[in-house]
T-cell receptor, first 114, second 116 residues
Framework: EPEVTQTPSHQVTQMGQEVILRCVPISNHLYFYWYRQILGQKVEFLVSFYNNEISEKSEIFDDQFSVERPDGSNFTLKIRSTKLEDSAMYFCASNRQGSNEKLFFGSGTQLSVL | GESVGLHLPTLSVQEGDNSIINCAYS??????FIWYKQESGKGPQFIID?????DKRQGQRVTVLLNKTVKHLSLQIAATQPGDSAVYFCAETYFNYGGSQGNLIFGKGTKLSVKP
């Protein structure tokens, strides 16, 4: 079965540094998402992306966050100036256009901000 | 605020028994509900979904029940196996005007442990 792949699996950074989390969605998918999960807490929606623009974003997704689809295969999440509270597991997900489509999640990037 | 929550944070069952994981939701506008399984170190994995126009949906060894009157969702796993041990999340969402899926609102998760 096709998979959403994410790199790196672990990222350690200093507070205030920029990080870029990378994702390769499933090739025929058109909708892309970022979610995050702080240790022991719920999975939280960050942003959805379709047709090269943000469709929807949550309150978490402030000006420090941005997403980009730089080419036909990658989908990235950038955090400009990381904070301690950004430490979490970040999941990328994708699905095809249309109703009743389940999301396919990647295995996540564990971000640790020191 | 609107939220999706779980009644039981942990559930321990004997191998071969049936498991029932419950979930309460509060957003009456949600029209699509999904159960996800998350194994350690992995992302959420789709198990089964149900639209709000249905009460019950069955998959392979899993059944989802939706009670819209009391805003309750449950996941039943038949003949639970050790490989079913994981954290199970319910999630709710809605379909946008164009038919695309809105953002998922996840519950906190129930940890299912299967004893051999």
């Amino acid at each position: 079965e096709p998979e959403v792949t994410q790199t790196p699996s672990h990222q350690v950074t200093q507070m205030g540094q920029e990080v870029i989390l990378r994702c390769v969605p499933i090739s025929n998918h058109l909708y892309f998402y970022w979610y995050r999960q702080i240790l022991g807490q719920k999975v939280e929606f960050l942003v959805s992306f379709y047709n090269n623009e943000i469709s929807e974003k949550s309150e978490i997704f402030d000006d420090q966050f941005s997403v980009e689809r730089p080419d036909g295969s990658n989908f990235t999440l950038k955090i400009r100036s990381t904070k301690l509270e950004d430490s979490a597991m970040y999941f990328c997900a994708s699905n095809r256009q249309g109703s009743n489509e389940k999301l396919f999640f990647g295995s996540g990037t564990q971000l640790s901000v020191l | 605020g609107e939220s999706v929550g779980l009644h039981l944070p942990t559930l321990s069952v004997q191998e071969g028994d049936n498991s029932i994981i419950n979930c309460a939701y509060s957003n009456s506008a949600s029209d699509y509900f999904i159960w996800y399984k998350q194994e350690s170190g992995k992302g959420p994995q789709f198990i089964i979904d149900i639209r709000s126009n249905m009460d019950k949906r069955q998959g392979q060894r899993v059944t989802v029940l939706l009670n819209k009157t009391v805003k309750h969702l449950s996941l039943q796993i038949a003949a639970t196996q050790p490989g079913d041990s994981a954290v199970y999340f319910c999630a709710e969402t809605y379909f946008n005007y164009g038919g695309s899926q809105g953002n998922l609102i996840f519950g906190k998760g129930t940890k299912l442990s299967v004893k051999p």
